[in-house]
């Protein structure tokens, strides 16, 4: 596959490849390094909304053969936008929402947690956080589990995003701490990061009728947070701290059609600046981040090539300096 041009001299993509093609739908990925070789999760269905969503978790030595290991599925709900990490007994888990068919009163979400020594054999699902609060992604620090949970119950007049902190460090125990954390323009997807001091930071994405992300920023105990309008829309925000401090978002952008892209983030700045894009468009985005052999590792999906399917790019960032 030809690589796209840069924006940015620092950014350059080394190759990008196909990895997973086997459903109608595949999309929607996370990606980690563990134990010595990668594990990729996505959700495959029908469509891109489908009661048949189920999550697959393949993996690779070597970044080009991958071997399915996992499928998890659910009778009573469609799976969507998995997650991995890893817990501080090295653990993996994988968190994902189930969107109920049949809600009732309590909520048309729940999000569940799974827990695995090898990302083969799975034991769950466990629900977290509230139902009708999709916690969209967990991110440790000093060994307690956080996450931003958004509300989708349908007769609210307002979306709401809240701040989720492990109770007592359990990873299956989950209580909003900030409550609402954010309210305005339809907040939704977040991923949170710590920084090396313990400043926390979460990227924020909106859908209203000013659909521009926010960057919030919190010192420990992460109860008072100040927020800065990025002034650029985007979908399926993720965030990773390079070795040598830069904060890299790969996010889907609209502007000019939609596309996976790789960009800078500067906290001081209140800036989110484009560096590269991915070959991909339409249906795409979703990323998932890893640092590895002096690369970002970047899982995503997309539907350029007619198929909507799995991608993994590796992208040089040299230190601009």
């Given at each position: 596959?030809?690589?796209?041009a840069?924006?940015d001299?620092?950014?350059r993509?080394?190759?990008a490849?196909?990895i ?8 929607f990925?996370d990606?980690?390094r563990f ?10 269905g029908q ?18 053969r991958?071997?399915?290991?996992a499928?998890?599925?659910s ?6 936008d998995p ?7 090295g ?10 068919h ?26 977290i956080g509230?139902?009708?609060?999709w916690?969209?992604?967990?991110s ?8 931003v949970?958004?509300?989708?119950e349908a ?5 709401v995003?809240r ?5 007592d460090?359990?990873a299956?125990a ?9 309210e305005?323009g339809?907040p ?14 979460c ?5 209203g009728?000013e ?9 420990p ?13 985007v979908g399926?925000?993720n ?9 890299i ?19 001081g700045?209140?800036?989110?600046t ?6 991909s ?6 990323a ?20 909507t ?12 300096s």
């Amino acid at each position: 596959m030809a690589p796209a041009a840069p924006l940015d001299d620092a950014a350059r993509l080394i190759e990008a490849r196909r990895i997973w093609d086997e459903a109608p739908h595949c999309a929607f990925t996370d990606l980690i390094r563990f134990d010595g070789r990668w594990l990729c999760t996505f959700r495959e269905g029908q469509r891109h909304v489908s009661p048949d969503g189920a999550i697959r978790v393949i993996a690779s030595e070597d970044g080009e053969r991958w071997e399915p290991i996992a499928r998890l599925t659910s009778a009573s709900a469609d799976l969507r936008d998995p997650k991995l990490c890893t817990s501080p007994d090295g653990r993996l888990m994988l968190t994902a929402a189930a969107a109920l068919h049949d809600p009732g009163d309590g909520g048309r979400h729940q999000t569940l947690a799974w827990f695995s020594q090898d990302g083969a054999s799975w034991d769950g699902p466990h629900p977290i956080g509230r139902r009708g609060d999709w916690l969209w992604r967990v991110s440790w620090h000093d060994g307690t589990p956080y996450s931003v949970g958004y509300s989708t119950e349908a007769d609210r007049p307002a979306r709401v995003a809240r701040l989720y902190r492990g109770a007592d460090g359990r990873a299956d125990a989950f209580e909003a701490i900030v409550d609402p954390l954010f309210e305005a323009g339809e907040p939704s997807e977040a991923t949170l990061r710590f920084l090396p001091d313990g400043q926390a930071l979460c990227l924020l994405r909106r859908d209203g009728a000013e659909p521009s992300a926010q960057l919030g920023q919190a010192e420990p105990p992460y109860l008072n947070w100040t927020w800065t309008d990025l002034g650029v829309r985007v979908g399926g925000p993720n965030l990773i701290r390079l070795p040598d401090g830069r904060l890299i978002a790969v996010v889907r952008l609209y502007d000019g059609g939609p596309r996976t892209a790789v960009c800078r983030l500067d906290p001081g700045a209140g800036t989110l600046t484009e560096l590269l894009a991915l070959p991909s468009g339409g249906d795409t985005s979703y990323a998932g981040l890893a640092w590895h052999a002096e690369q970002l590792w970047i899982s995503y999906y997309s539907s350029h090539e007619g198929r909507t399917a799995i991608y993994l790019a590796r992208v040089a960032l040299p230190d601009p300096s």
